[in-house]
């Protein structure tokens, strides 16, 4: 199995570019998040799924938007790029049944705005 | 809300010694999970432990073991026989066991291994 999928691995935008950030899991995993991590602040949680069709907010969304048509997807659009979304954008998922709480990260998108 | 708490920005070790990284969190829940993760310069996130809320016995992972206290709502790790290959950011990350389906991460906490 492939796992979580993310592409791509770095990109450089300039200032008000807009791009998507592409995330798959070949797990069939019900839930799927999209964390940013800055230099010294650890993860924080952008936006999460807990299924096809549902999406919700997480704590810095703003700037940002998802949308969850299939179950193996869950790309992450940035419309209006700005400096401060300079990050590494990990996506991640996990099952969300029994008592398995693991989740599995990609590899990240390491994101420049200039 | 939770909040997960790492007060060790940075801690060193020497190979072959034993470490122990702090977490505490805050939570209303009685069911939830907490975990230790590893992120070394290669940036992947890699799961090192993981314990049930619900169990009263201590996780242990090969060289990696916690102490879990709830009443104290802390977690710490401790790392024995330190290789090089721990030199890593370690984070500490809760979630709750009933509707909250958020993962919640501290801030880290950089350890580096001295030869």
């Known amino acids: 199995n492939a796992g979580v999928t993310q592409t791509p691995k770095f990109r450089i935008l300039k200032i008000g570019q807009s791009m998507t950030l592409q995330c798959t899991q070949d797990?069939?995993?019900?839930?799927m998040y999209w964390y940013r991590q800055d230099p010294g602040m650890g993860l924080k949680l952008i936006y999460y799924s807990v299924g096809a069709g549902i999406t919700d907010k997480g704590e810095v969304p703003n700037g940002y938007n998802v949308s969850r048509s299939t179950t193996e997807d869950f790309p992450l659009r940035l419309e209006l790029a700005a400096p401060s979304q300079t990050s590494v954008y990990f996506c991640?998922?996990?099952?969300?049944?029994?008592?398995?709480?693991?989740?599995?990260f990609g590899s990240g998108t390491q994101l420049s705005v200039l | 809300a939770q909040t997960v708490t790492q007060s060790q920005p940075e801690m060193s070790v020497q190979e072959a010694e034993t470490v122990t990284l702090s977490c505490t969190y805050d939570?209303?829940?009685?069911?939830?999970?907490l975990f230790w993760y590893k992120q070394p310069p290669s940036r992947q996130m890699i799961l090192v432990i993981r314990q049930e809320a619900y169990k009263q016995q201590n996780a242990t992972e090969n060289r990696f073991s916690v102490n879990f206290q709830k009443a104290a709502k802390s977690f710490s790790l401790k790392i024995s026989d330190s290789q090089l290959g721990d030199a890593a950011m370690y984070f500490c990350a809760y979630i709750g066991g009933g509707s909250n389906y958020k993962l919640t991460f501290g801030k880290g906490t950089l350890l580096t291994v001295n030869p």
């Open positions: 797990m069939n995993h019900n839930y």
């Open positions: 939570t209303s829940e009685s069911d939830y999970y």
């Open positions: 991640a998922s996990r099952p969300g049944t029994g008592d398995n709480e693991k989740l599995f």
